[in-house]
Structures are given as C-alpha cells and as structure tokens.
Nanobody, 120 residues
Framework: VQLQASGGGLVQAGGSLRLSCAAS????????AGWFRQAPGKEREFVAA????????YIGDSVKGRFTISRDNAKNTLYLQMTRVKPDDTAVYYC??????????????WGKGTQVTVSS
C-alpha cells in the first residue's frame, strides 16, 4: 500500500488549501483513512478521518469548523479541505489509512508528509 500526499505549500492566514492523498490498493468501506500533522517540536496530532464508506467523519477539536475531510471512491483519493487557516496550522501533514477496521485514529499505513506553512 502506498499513500502519496500532495497539495501542501505556503498560504496566508485566513486562506484555504486542499490536500490530496492518492492511495494504491483497494480500501475497504469499513476502514478509516485520515490526516495527521506534526509541527516542529510537537507530537503528532490527529486532524481528521473518514470511514471509507463515507458514513462517518471524525474531526479534531483544533480544526473543527474549518477543515473538512472527504474521499473519492473512483479515484481512491482522500482530501482535506482547509479553510480559515491559522499560523498554528503550520505542520507536516500526513495521510494514513487502516489495514483492518478499528478505532478512528488507529492507522497502519502512512504516507510521506506534505508541508503546510501558514504565514501571518
């Protein structure tokens, strides 16, 4: 399984950005895929996740109301729509997915990250 994240970059505070994550291999409808981030000197933080069926989404408290997660079954691609970004959103963003269904933040496969930098 390979996960390839893209879409990161430099954005001004208050702006928007959309991250994409192309996944190889089939994703079971019961499995969860999601986004995590890690800022320098900080622990990895859960951002958002979605059960591949689309029936459930999970959003981290720090991004609730600003970020939206979605997926495209046909393209086997995961998205993170980021709006009203803040400098605190600056981090490397990682996409991940489960090998078997489980807790929404328990992932087995990880992609290489994409850097998001928010300027004030």
């Amino acid at each position: 399984v390979q996960l390839q994240a893209s879409g990161g970059g430099l954005v001004q505070a208050g702006g928007s950005l959309r991250l994409s994550c192309a996944a190889s291999g089939r994703t079971s409808s019961r499995n969860v895929a999601g986004w995590f981030r890690q800022a320098p000197g900080k622990e990895r933080e859960f951002v958002a996740a979605i059960r591949w069926s689309g029936i459930s989404t999970y959003i981290g408290d720090s991004v609730k109301g600003r970020f939206t997660i979605s997926r495209d079954n046909a393209k086997n691609t995961l998205y993170l729509q980021m709006t009203r970004v803040k400098p605190d959103d600056t981090a490397v963003y990682y996409c991940a997915k489960q090998a078997i269904p489980g807790r929404f933040d328990d992932m087995h496969y990880w992609g290489k990250g994409t850097q998001v930098t928010v300027s004030s």
